[in-house]
Nanobody, 124 residues
Framework: QLQAYGGGLVQAGVSLRLSCAAS????????MGWFRQAAGKEREFVAA????????YYADSVKGRFTISRDNAKNTVYLQMSSLKPEDTAVYYC???????????????????WGQGTLVTVSS
């Protein structure tokens, strides 16, 4: 399973780091992704990272503000979020790419295991 944590209520402009710990599933050989879902909206892609951590891919809306990283020794993927905006408010989910070590992808259907989500609320 995947366990996401680190969310909370913050003011605009600050930074926050989300973590997602994997247990009971193979982690190090799979690309990983972060998605988010705001109230009343569809789930959207945020960022993805290759199994090795070498390659990353970001949604335009977070590029330059968010950084995805991973520590395979700890079976954990991170999302460092900076310069947070009210429009970043959402439940954030981590997910494992079913394709393993293929090219990074933003489609939710590419991901098989999902964490339970952690709520990030950014106040103005």
């Amino acid at each position: 399973q995947l366990q996401a944590y680190g969310g909370g209520l913050v003011q605009a402009g600050v930074s926050l780091r989300l973590s997602c710990a994997a247990s009971g599933l193979t982690f190090s050989m799979y690309n990983m992704g972060w998605f988010r879902q705001a109230a009343g909206k569809e789930r959207e892609f945020v960022a993805a990272i290759s199994w090795s951590g070498v390659s990353t891919y970001y949604a335009d809306s977070v590029k330059g503000r968010f950084t995805i990283s991973r520590d395979n020794a700890k079976n954990t993927v991170y999302l460092q979020m900076s310069s947070l905006k009210p429009e970043d408010t959402a439940v954030y989910y981590c997910a494992r790419d079913r394709a393993g070590r293929s090219s990074l992808d933003r489609a939710p259907l590419r991901y098989d295991y999902w964490g339970q989500g952690t709520l990030v609320t950014v106040s103005s």
